[in-house]
């Protein structure tokens, strides 16, 4: 799957050619990447692991000739925000994925407080930062802007086994959604972007062992279709199917149906 080349002329001419992605280094964010960098836009890319960044950026200039300016760093540390903030300053960014993010699943009266605070900061914390700072900097020069914020599908009820989590997610998708409307006559756009389950790095990192999922190639281009159109997305045909079978059902049931998916997820952290 490919951005179409309508797609690519109408978010070039509404929010010109700068994509800042944050979490660019694998899964969705990495997808997105390649995506806006084989249509011609040029990026600013985030990620913890430099190198690999680096690498990324080098790969995209030599595959599309694309113009991809890494900016590595910890985004659940104030300090790193604000050099992202700083070092993107000077260019005419359009459009702002706030990707970075990560998920902690299993037994909350065993979860690692450390942890779960730091997951607070990147996915929450370093999500409003952004958002107002790059509202502000789009507003100041009177730029026709996009930010998308990766919302879940768990974002939409608690969910046991996952509580932190998808607490997470429910703070970005109500930010989003509230955003999407406070902001349009600013001209910014504001997309909540939220997938079922995907194959990347997410899963181990969040301990859960999903079953089916879907691959990032499989998300990336139906988020890029929707900016500028709706404030939400359900990318790709497992999450909606996973939505709509849990449409017709009350908030307190699903959160028992997911709750249960979710201990199935993460039954073999029982064996540790
Ligand atoms: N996969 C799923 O099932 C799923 C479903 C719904 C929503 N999401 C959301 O989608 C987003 C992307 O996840 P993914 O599935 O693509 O997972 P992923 O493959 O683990 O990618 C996460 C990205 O975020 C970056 N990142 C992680 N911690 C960071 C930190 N402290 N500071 C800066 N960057 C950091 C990672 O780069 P480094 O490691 O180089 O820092 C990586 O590029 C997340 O917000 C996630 O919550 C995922």
């Avoid at 459009?95 to 299993?106: E, M």
């Avoid at 730091?118 to 930010?147: E, P, R, S, W």
């Avoid at 349009?184 to 079922?196: E, F, M, R, S």
Wanted: charged share 15%.
């Amino acid at each position: 799957m490919q951005i179409s080349a309508k797609t690519t002329e109408r978010l070039q001419r509404q929010y010109g050619d700068w994509v800042l992605i944050t979490g660019a280094t694998s899964g969705i964010g990495r997808e997105l990447a390649l995506q806006f960098g084989r249509a011609g836009f040029k990026l600013i890319l985030t990620g913890r692991r430099a190198p690999l960044l680096q690498e990324f950026c080098t790969q995209l200039f030599d595959e599309y000739q694309t113009e991809a300016i890494p900016i590595p760093g910890d985004l659940s540390n104030a300090a790193d925000v604000q050099a992202l903030i700083r070092e993107s300053a000077h260019l005419p960014i359009g459009i702002v994925v706030l990707n970075a993010g990560y998920g902690t699943s299993g037994n909350f009266l065993k979860a690692d407080i450390a942890r779960e605070t730091n997951m607070l900061d990147l996915n929450c914390k370093a999500v409003l930062q952004l958002t107002h700072h790059f509202a502000n900097q789009m507003k100041a020069v009177n730029q026709k802007g996009a930010i998308v914020l990766m919302s879940s599908i768990v974002a939409f009820q608690g969910v046991p086994h996952a509580a932190h989590y998808a607490a997470t997610k429910a703070y970005v998708q109500s930010l989003g959604e509230a955003l999407a409307l406070e902001l349009k006559p600013a001209g910014i756009d504001v997309l909540c972007a939220a997938p079922g389950p995907v194959e990347s790095g997410f899963g181990q990192r969040a301990g859960m062992q999903m079953g089916s999922a879907l691959k990032p190639e499989q998300v990336g281009v139906p988020i890029i279709n929707a900016i500028g159109r709706r404030s939400k997305v359900l990318p790709g045909l497992l999450t909606k199917f996973l939505a709509f079978n849990l449409s017709t059902v009350p908030r307190w049931a699903k959160i028992r149906i997911i709750g249960k998916v979710m201990a199935g997820f993460t039954k073999h952290q029982a064996k540790r």
